[in-house]
């Protein structure tokens, strides 16, 4: 699953709930700005270049057949450089943006079917967006700009005026419910935005580069409550930026945009680990490879022989963590889940990690051979 562009189909839910299946199924999905924007996609201009199809179309193929599951409960990121399509994509989901071809199905319901009325209940209750630029009702106190989505919900004063409280309280603003959000700094703007998504218990957080206009330390801190925020609730968020640096803190994948498509869909480990291609390889060419890859990916075959297991390493545990361990245990240590041995990491193996040489060969794997598809294949010897 490492370097896919696209998935296969998920198994649809029998009922159409599909409280198993994923919240967002997304096939073949093109967004196509320019005159006569149908004729593009499966048309004999698909395949060109974005130059040449603007010259040739005077089109822009902003998203470019593109195909993901969101899963239940992950933090899906969409990552690129700017004008990659990533906003535009996220806007399709729920047709901010007319998609031009595909399909966009939410717990398996037909997103492009919908009609004006089913729309705006996707848009109110089951997916909130969080923008940039917080979007703010200037004149409102932070309570009132927190309870209206659920007043425009229809929600009663005094039950929506409770939930924004709760809300405000959740997102570290207590104390300020009675300020207008002039009077606040950018980072508890921006916590305002976030408690108004979070009052109408949305399904799915949809996150268009929510904190890009923050300084670096109040960034961290909001990178931080959504973390935590997702920890303790567990809500389903896709979440747009162009740092790679939050995509890696805050994905459980990433997937990566280059020109409308998706170059590489994975979890931060595999795309650090094994990019797909020269343009994901250069984007994650300073990452720290010892603080996103694991033990597991980095262990070799080999047992400890005993109950012992020395160092006893989590197969999750990251490489920066395992560093202390092997120089403290002065050989190889143990991997360890379970009681059993699933192989050693040793100083060798660390290294590689830390110097880009490619050390995935799992331990337990019965051949050598690369999975198909993979940058592994043209990728270092493993060590
Ligand atoms: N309304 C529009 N008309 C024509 N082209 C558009 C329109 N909206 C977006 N585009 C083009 O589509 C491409 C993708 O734009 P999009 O806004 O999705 O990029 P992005 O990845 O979100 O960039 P950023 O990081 O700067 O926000 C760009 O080439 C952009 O110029
Ligand atoms: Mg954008």
């Not at 994905?251 to 480990?269: F, K, N, S, W």
């Amino acid at each position: 699953m490492t370097t896919t562009t696209t998935e296969q189909p998920a198994t649809p839910a029998k009922d159409g709930a599909g409280a198993e299946g994923p919240v967002f199924s997304v096939r073949g999905l093109w967004k196509v700005f320019g005159p006569r924007a149908g004729r593009i996609p499966g048309g004999e201009y698909a395949d060109l270049p974005p130059e040449e199809l603007r010259a040739r179309t005077g089109c822009t193929a902003a998203v470019r057949d593109v195909s993901f599951d969101v899963r239940r409960g992950e933090v899906f990121v969409v990552m690129g450089l700017s004008g990659s399509g990533k906003s535009t994509l996220v806007r399709c989901l729920t047709r901010l943006i007319e998609p031009t071809a595909g399909v966009v199905e939410i717990d398996g319901e037909d997103v492009r079917a919908m009609d004006r009325g089913r729309l705006r209940e996707l848009r109110r209750h089951r997916a909130a967006m969080v923008f940039q630029h917080f979007g703010l009702l200037p004149h409102r106190t932070v309570l009132d700009n927190v309870a209206y989505g659920l007043e425009i919900q229809g929600v009663g004063k005094a039950e929506r005026r409770a939930r924004a409280q709760e809300m405000v309280v959740k997102v570290g603003l207590a104390g300020l419910e009675q300020r207008r959000p002039t009077q606040l700094s950018g980072g508890q703007q921006q916590r305002v935005g976030l408690a108004r998504a979070l009052a109408v218990d949305p399904e799915v957080l949809l996150f268009d580069e929510p904190f890009s206009a923050l300084d670096p330390l109040i960034r961290r801190d909001m990178q931080e409550e959504v973390v935590r925020l997702h920890r303790e609730e567990g809500r389903t968020m896709i979440f747009i930026t162009h740092d790679l640096s939050e995509a890696l803190k805050l994905g459980d994948r990433i997937a990566l945009m280059r020109d409308g498509a998706i170059v590489q869909l994975g979890t931060p480990e595999e795309i650090v680990a094994h990019p797909a291609d020269d343009y994901v390889r250069d984007f994650v060419r300073d990452v720290p490879r010892e603080q996103v890859i694991s033990v597991r990916a980095a262990m070799r075959a080999g047992d400890c022989g005993g109950a012992d297991h020395p160092g006893a390493l989590a197969p999750d545990a990251i490489v920066a963590s395992a560093i202390p361990v092997v120089m403290d245990v002065g050989g190889a240590a143990c991997v360890v889940a379970d009681g059993r041995c699933l192989g050693v990491v040793d100083h060798e193996r660390l290294l590689a990690v830390v110097a880009g040489i490619d050390t995935s060969t799992p331990a337990d794997s019965p051949s050598e051979s690369p999975p198909a598809g993979s940058a592994q294949a043209e990728g270092k010897a493993a060590v």
